[in-house]
């Protein structure tokens, strides 16, 4: 299991078994399944872990602090943006976004440090 986790492969192997499991899930509970979940929302935990033993590989450090730091900063940022705004805080509306722009922040924060290490071999 610690070789599904730490090598890059794997990571991406485990990603697509996670993700073709869910879809099934999908398909059968697709009654009760929430309309606006998509399968990319399970991801960004599993991507902040493996950012973490990709660049513990290659650097002796981890990224991962500054990636979490920045997504509070987002949090913020996207707090102020949405009273500016709108002038109100839908809580709905606003975890949707911070959790479409997480996906995004964290599959590009992967992708750099999978370079990185594609790079660095």
Same mark, same amino acid.
Request: hydrophobic content about 60%.
């Given at each position: +299991? ?5 090598? #890059? ?7 697509? /078994?996670? %993700? *073709? $499991?869910?879809?099934?899930? &999908?398909? *059968?509970?697709?009654?009760? #399944?929430? /309309?606006? =979940?998509?399968?990319?929302?399970? #991801? ?14 290659? @650097?002796? %450090? %981890? ?5 979490? !730091?920045?997504? +509070?900063?987002?949090?913020?940022? =996207?707090?102020?943006?949405?009273? !500016? ?10 975890? &949707? =976004?911070? #959790?479409? $722009? @997480?996906?995004?922040?964290? !599959?590009? *924060?992967?992708?750099? /440090?999978?370079?990185? $290490?594609?790079? /660095?071999?």
């Amino acid at each position: +299991m610690s070789n599904l986790v730490t090598n #890059w492969p794997g990571q991406i192997g485990l990603i697509v /078994a996670i %993700s *073709v $499991v869910l879809f099934g899930l &999908k398909r *059968v509970l697709r009654r009760v #399944w929430p /309309a606006h =979940l998509m399968l990319i929302d399970f #991801w960004p935990p599993f991507l902040i872990v493996f950012t973490h033993f990709l660049t513990q590989q290659t @650097t002796d %450090s %981890s990224i991962v602090p500054y990636e979490i !730091i920045s997504l +509070m900063i987002m949090g913020i940022g =996207l707090t102020l943006l949405t009273v !500016i705004q709108q002038g109100e805080i839908l809580y709905g509306r606003f975890f &949707k =976004l911070f #959790w479409r $722009v @997480t996906d995004l922040l964290t !599959i590009v *924060v992967y992708l750099l /440090a999978l370079v990185i $290490v594609l790079i /660095a071999k």
